[in-house]
């Protein structure tokens, strides 16, 4: 099937053409691993996993790469302002090198509980200083280098013709818009490729270079190691829509003239996560992580459900009421797939499974339009001409593509549904039956009571009672 994607080099929604028949491979830009990674972070992770889902479902070997933002660059994208890394470790009493392995450690978790399918390879940083020294003497023998003394290696973006393609803005409008940080670089835009450590201070992450000792800028890790994993030349980079105008900008600038133009072919961007006041931030403390949710007793799979309800490139104001709301929509699709295990007999009908596959799959590979491929699931389900066995095997479909774990919630479901009561809850529930009969309702409320405190609800159903045991 053909597969669409909007790419932000060009503004417009292209066909996509693999590099390599049936194979991509795409680059997308992880988290600093230097604080709990909020939802907003997560929907990023998420939008990345649609991708490589769609994909596979496309039937593609798929060659995913995301870093982990190990070193301490700085707080803002000027190279400027504290450092991140070293922060964290302040706060937490810790090293920086421990801060990092416990944020790693938190977003990979993370990730599987969204069901995020983990990437082919997450690199780190700091396994990669040599890389990025290796990549930075490339771009100074070519000229596009130069020293500030005491201060780093800078890159000089007036060497770069295309300088600014990406956010759609050119070098003097850039000059003309920018504030002043650091009055030694020669153009405003320029940016540090290797920042020299302290003279009187030891910093806790720092390394050897030829320039002499200090750390990588921020934006150098990622052209080296994406180079390294996919090769000079691949096909899609990925990261949220607050990297265009510097880091993919400067990632651009610095990679294009040691590999070739172009050096990715596409570029996808994540629209944010918001609240109704505005972008989640984890200093001003409103923001949620995916285990603050599921301490409230949230299911992070309607989390999951929300985000796919939204698309990519719209932002998606977040609420507990919204999530609320989603849960509710979640579990009824749940009790449905589930009323389908009890009659699953009868045999797939592969025409019609071809035919809703490709419906369910249409949309996403359109620009990944997940809400829309779910009104056509939930089309699906309506139909009274399908069978179960058809139906449930589509549903497995939609698990892999969507990734929103339908068959093992309904399966859960379903089981606690057909699990038989032991014999004195039944002979309670007959008791109640017997009791609303001669309408001595106090006595059938009792034993409801005690039905439930040893574990199960009893329903009333056109025949008598039904009992299930509680989750
Ligand atoms: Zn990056």
């Known amino acids: 099937m053909q597969i669409r994607l909007y790419n932000t080099m060009t503004r417009r929604v292209e066909d996509f053409e693999p590099i390599t028949p049936n194979h991509v491979g795409f680059y997308n830009c992880g988290p600093t691993v230097y604080w709990d990674p909020h939802i907003g972070n997560m929907r990023a992770l998420f939008n990345a996993d649609i991708l490589k889902r769609m994909f596979l479902a496309n039937n593609y070997t798929v060659n995913h790469v995301m870093n982990f933002t190990d070193v301490g660059h700085l707080t803002s994208d000027a190279d400027t302002g504290e450092d991140k890394m070293e922060k964290g470790a302040a706060r937490e009493n810790m090293t920086a090198w421990e801060v990092a392995e416990k944020y790693i450690k938190i977003c990979l978790d993370d990730m599987d509980s969204l069901n995020i399918i983990k990437p082919t390879h997450t690199p780190r940083a700091t396994d990669h200083i040599k890389e990025q020294i290796e990549l930075i003497q490339k771009l100074e023998k070519k000229g596009f280098t130069y020293e500030i003394p005491d201060d780093g290696i800078y890159y000089d973006t007036s060497k770069f013709p295309d300088y600014g393609a990406l956010g759609g803005q050119n070098l003097s409008e850039l000059k003309a818009g920018a504030r002043i940080e650091n009055n030694n670089k020669r153009n405003i835009t320029d940016f540090a490729l290797w920042k020299f450590s302290p003279k009187d201070k030891k910093r806790q992450m720092e390394w050897d270079s030829p320039w002499g000792i200090g750390f990588p800028g921020w934006h150098i890790e990622c052209s080296a190691m994406s180079m390294k994993y996919l090769g000079d030349h691949f096909d899609i980079h990925t990261a949220g829509q607050e990297h265009i105008k510097v880091h993919h900008t400067n990632e651009i600038a610095q990679s294009e003239p040691v590999v070739g133009k172009p050096w990715v072919n596409y570029w996808v961007h994540w629209a944010w996560l918001i609240l109704k006041e505005g972008k989640m931030s984890k200093s001003s403390g409103t923001s949620y992580s995916v285990r603050d949710l599921m301490a409230k007793g949230y299911d992070p799979m309607s989390l999951r459900y929300l985000m796919t309800l939204s698309h990519y ?159």
């Open 313 to 471: 490139r719209q932002p998606l104001e977040f609420s507990l009421e919204s999530l609320d709301a989603a849960a509710t929509g979640y579990k009824n699709l749940v009790r449905k797939i589930a009323d389908l295990m009890s009659d699953d007999s009868g045999e797939i009908d592969q025409k019609l499974y071809q035919q809703w596959h490709d419906k369910i799959l249409t949309p996403v590979s359109d620009n990944l339009k997940t809400a829309e491929s779910l009104v056509v699931f939930q089309d699906l389900l309506k139909q009274k001409d399908i069978n179960s066995a058809t139906k449930l095997a589509l549903v497995g479909f939609v698990d892999d593509l969507l990734g929103l774990q339908f068959i093992e919630h309904a399966k859960k479901l379903h089981e606690l549904e057909s699990e038989t009561a032991p014999a004195e809850i039944q002979e309670m529930a007959q008791k109640r039956l017997s009791a609303k009969k001669e309408r001595d309702f106090a006595t059938a409320d009792n034993l409801r009571t005690q039905i439930d405190s040893l574990g199960w609800t009893v329903m009333d159903t056109a025949d008598g009672f039904k009992l299930v045991k509680k989750q």
